[in-house]
């Protein structure tokens, strides 16, 4: 799994590059040969559309933006089929929005074809639909876009392909040093970084890919942030090859369904317990129940994702709410015999122990 980014594809002149995108599908055709399935995220709609409507740089409002990936959608990707075709491969152009990963239906209709294609021996060419999603329904940026595929993929690796070498630290001498091999168990954010500017060509920066690689690392995908102008980048990583910054995962996958909880579907509310309802969740993994509620937030219905923090509003984890939020305020701190005895008819189990993941850390 790969993803390049638009600093890397789209030269400062707002064109394309053709050399690398060239370099990128040798790269992929040469992985294929090697047994390997791969996919790859490609930002650069946006990028690639924008000086052909006639604007000088890239624009900020979102119809522009939306007008621009729907020319630059169809160059861009011209290219891939002019590269792959060099290979005798058939890239498939895939455009996604986040609501296509938060319904659970949509999120498995999506890895189904993906798996289909990489059956018949297509490589996937993923993109953002950003014709059709708004500001409030993204990703934020390809890095996670790449991260939610690697997920739902089950994909072994995640190599974000970028115009740095990788992430840099600051040393004890105040000059800045490439981060290599970080070891396993280490959390992505708890890196000390120097600062880096970015290109302005694209949404991504260093935070974005941060926030893939933990994301991706903790479900069990091993996550490489390297340089684009590196010609056989992705083969040295399934090689094992260390280039980059990598980020190996230091614990099992967890199953399918929990793994599209705890990364694809969005919180729309949150539900504060008490420190009974905290040690059960976590150390006997029971359900939750309405006693152990003190507090409710967000206009939810049963059936939405909430995030469930202690008393001191520390995450708890994250699960799928039984309950509307009207029901959920009249049951709150409520013993089940109660519930039953006043006749509200009202489930007193919120959160069902099997749709509920800890907060990571």
Known sequence: ??????????GRDGNVRPDVIAQRVDDLARVMRLGHQPVLVSSGAIACGYRPLGFRERPTSLPDLQAASAVGQGVLYRHY???FGRHDVTP???LLTSADVAGRT????ARNTLHRLI???AVPVINENDTTATDELTFGDNDVLAAQVAILLGATWLVLLTDRDGLYGVGADGET???GDVPPGRSPRSLSLAPLGGSGLGRGGIASKID???MAVAAGVTTVIASGARADAVTAVTRGRVIGTRFRSSGPREPAFKLWLRNAKPSLGRVTVDDGAVKALRARGTSLLAVGVTGVDGDFLAGDAVDVVDAGGAAVGKGIVALDHDDLVTVAGLRSRVITERGLGIS????HRDQFVLANG
Not at 106 to 109: A, G, S
């Open 1 to 10: 799994m790969a993803k390049l980014g638009s600093s890397t594809l789209v």
């Open 81 to 83: 089929q002019e590269a």
């Open 92 to 94: 498939a152009q895939v």
């Open 106 to 109: 949509t999120y498995l209709n």
């Open 119 to 121: 059956d018949l021996g």
């Open 177 to 179: 040093h490439l981060i």
């Open 212 to 214: 893939a690689a933990a």
């Open 348 to 351: 007193p189990e919120v959160i």
